[in-house]
């Protein structure tokens, strides 16, 4: 695995997005170009990976489509093949764990549609539609990604068993690719996006989540879910153009219902939930630099933050954007490229980019190892300069509680859980 700050040509890595089986897909950024890319580089150990990623470049070159992921470039560096791709903020498997308006999946799906629509014209079969294969760019943009398994249909055409086992269609797994099968696969990425659940063998309707996807949609569109998710491929539309004429046909009628009005006819006003997060950030934003939100409830959080307070979840911030220079590889949180250790999470140490030591205003305390001495921002969990855990419990101005568990300050009034320890919160 490359670490942090350590160059490879022309890029210097910023941390790691991802880890599958045959590759590692780094943030990166191009000195030269000065823009930070995606990096897509086959793991040392495996033998097919090499092979796999050279027939996504030859595949990806040949579709040029606003929704389909573009390659930069693709060349040898020091003896790895690397890869270089646009960076996008995230995926559609991380935007379905929040809270999205129906509008918004509506054109997430149609975006997606029109990509694997694209490519079946040109007689590719992507052979690996999923969430985590959609990434998602500034202004709500989605581009498939991924042609690794991509196979091109030339009358009879027979494969191995590729694509992800929970999305894969029946013949598929049987090394029987089809334009059918990218057909059923994403049927069952659009009843994920719309249901919130992922329908599980042997799909026999109504499937999980079906009464939430009543409630929102027309019978006409939950129609072409269930003709796209047949599991005999010849009941299912032809290919992803045939879907696309249907789902464009039935987009501006698609939703059941609009969003209810009160008794007055205005629109329903914001939730407690959100009056409860907007007196949090009023209090605490500044502090706690509570300026992302939490992949599952979409609720305020920090970077520091090792759950969230209102659901739990485990790093709710990952992924988001920071304000330091690079990111650990290991948890995605910010690092400075002074730091020797990441100071969230209990890692390996970063290659050494400078000798000098970068002021900053957010220092408010000094390290307890007297060798060290180092400074130190509030929430910190290991000093980054020796590794050193941190024992000072960090407290919250304006709130006198601490957590029963840690010992850190929480916010009483207002969390579920302890943000530093997961500890759930209770009030007497």
């Not at 890029?11 to 990096?39: F, T």
Request: proline share 6%.
């Amino acid at each position: 695995m490359l670490r942090v700050r350590q160059r490879i040509g022309k890029y210097r890595i910023l941390g790691r997005i991802a880890s599958g089986p045959l590759a590692d897909v780094y943030r990166a950024y191009d000195s030269i170009q000065n823009i930070k890319v995606a990096l897509k580089i086959p793991k040392q150990d495996e033998n097919t990976g090499h092979e796999e990623l050279l027939h996504e470049v030859r595949v990806a070159t040949k579709l040029r489509h606003p929704n389909i992921l573009s390659v930069l470039n693709a060349s040898y560096i020091d003896d790895h093949f690397v890869i270089a791709m646009e960076l996008g903020q995230e995926s559609l498997a991380d935007r379905i764990e929040r809270r999205t308006s129906t509008a918004s999946k509506m054109d997430l799906a149609r975006q997606g549609l029109a990509a694997i629509a694209y490519a079946h014209e040109h007689k590719i079969i992507h052979c690996d539609i999923k969430p985590e294969n959609f990434i998602l760019f500034p202004g709500n943009q989605l581009k498939l990604a991924d042609f690794g398994f991509a196979k091109r249909c030339v009358r009879t055409l027979k494969a191995s068993g590729s694509g992800t086992i929970d999305y894969i269609a029946p013949e598929q797994a049987m090394g029987r690719p089809k334009f059918q099968s990218d057909v059923f696969s994403m049927g069952l990425v659009l009843y994920r996006l719309f249901s919130g659940k992922l329908p599980e063998w042997p799909f026999e309707w109504p499937m999980p989540g079906y009464d939430k996807l009543a409630a929102r949609f027309r019978p006409e569109m939950i129609d072409v879910l269930k003709k796209s998710t047949q599991l005999d491929a010849t009941k299912r539309y032809r290919d992803a153009v045939q879907m696309q004429a249907d789902f464009d046909r039935l987009d501006s009628h698609a939703r059941l219902q609009k969003r209810p009005r009160s008794k007055s006819g205005s629109r329903r006003g914001v939730s407690w939930r959100q009056l409860q997060w907007r007196e949090f950030q009023r209090q605490f934003k500044t502090q706690l630099d509570s300026r992302h939100h939490c992949r599952r409830c979409e609720g305020p959080v920090s970077e520091s933050m090792q759950a969230c307070p209102w659901c739990g979840f485990d790093n709710p911030s990952r992924g988001s954007e920071t304000r330091m220079p690079a990111h650990c590889p290991r948890c995605e949180r910010g690092v400075k490229n002074d730091w020797d250790y990441c100071a969230w999470c209990y890692g390996p140490g970063f290659v050494e980019e400078a000798t000098r030591h970068y002021p900053d205003k957010r220092y408010t305390a000094k390290c307890a190892n007297t060798r060290c001495r180092g400074p130190l921002m509030p929430f910190m969990r290991y000093c980054p300069h020796c590794r050193s855990k941190v024992r000072r419990p960090w407290k919250i101005k304006g709130s006198r509680h601490s957590c029963k568990a840690c010992n850190w300050g929480i916010a009483h009034e207002f969390w579920n859980y302890c943000a530093w320890c997961r500890e759930p919160v209770r009030r007497e």
